[in-house]
């Protein structure tokens, strides 16, 4: 989902005009110069789990763009009328088929540069096994010695997996936030 | 920031239509009949904190709509290019005029109804004056028994104030996961 500028307005189709509104604004927003609406950009949440397994994580390989073929968290795009946690299980359920048991919220990352907020709950697998959706070509268990380090997709996914491992270890998992810069 | 329906694309304004778009999607979109082009609609992210002076909460009496004149703690939509802690103080400096130190995620609500989730911090006051921006009326200082609950603006303010007493009295913050029917 990449950013473009805004070219016309969402209201009347007007061609929109780059500016800092009237109204006391600081920021330059798409203006539209015809019926005057003001169209604001946001962040984007990206939600979803560390599904676990034992000593395990499971992983899904990507059968998309970004990141074809590379290993990631199930995760994805949190969509109107559900809360966080709603939309981390579902993308778990479509990417990698899996059954689990949602938990706390375990990473809150700032991607600012890309304008994202990422949000990884743990989820406790209640199987091992799955059956990924067209999103995904493999979904598999790993050991930590076993995680493919120089094939994750997203640096979300490293650093989420990091905290997770180092909080395993000492047995207590708290809510960590990330900036990426 | 009410959501109305889009009407018009922002690639090339021609008209839209609301469908299931060809590429495997389940849900209906704002999508483009000429240049085919998707139009997602996300959750927003509105960030904000809790600032404390001793045992005192800051709040902020509304100057604007919606819920003018009512009691909200500092919060607003994050902005592209900020990590939803900046985002959390830029919002505290602007209706507040107040000086802090910031700590850790409070609570994190979904309010799924509205496509909204709401980020608290906790920020720790480094001084009891303030110096409010256009959108506040007045900025005070409340200890829990002056709290004004039934003239707080929001269900996020109220129920994060809730936990952040509620913790305060055992001594130990964590954060808080709450959905907001």
Redesign the interface.
């Known amino acids: ?1 990449l950013r ?1 500028a ?10 929109v005009v780059y500016r800092v509104p009237d109204d ?1 604004d600081t ?1 330059q927003r798409a203006v539209c110069p015809s019926c005057h609406t003001i ?7 990206v939600v979803g789990t560390v599904p676990y397994w034992g000593d395990k994580v499971l992983l899904c390989k990507r059968n998309i763009e970004p990141r074809f073929g590379k290993w990631t968290l199930p995760a994805g ?10 939309g981390a299980a579902r993308e778990t359920v479509e990417e990698a088929g899996a059954q689990f048991e949602m938990q ?2 375990f990473t ?1 990352l ?1 991607v ?2 890309v ?1 994202q ?1 990422h ?1 990884f709950f743990r989820a406790r697998l209640t199987s091992d096994q799955f059956d990924p959706g ?1 999103e995904t070509i493999e979904a598999r268990l790993f050991a930590e010695d076993e995680i493919p380090w120089d094939e994750l997709a997203f640096r979300t996914t490293k650093e989420t997996l990091d905290r997770y491992f180092a909080d395993r270890r000492t047995g207590v998992f708290s ?1 960590h ?1 990330i ?1 990426i810069a």
Chains 1, 2 share one sequence.
């Open positions: 989902m473009s805004i070219k016309h307005c969402r209201e009347c189709g007007s061609g006391g920021r169209h604001y950009e946001n962040p984007l949440n795009f949190m969509e109107l009328n559900e809360t966080t946690a709603e706390g919220l809150m700032s600012a540069r304008g907020v949000l067209t809510v936030t900036d």
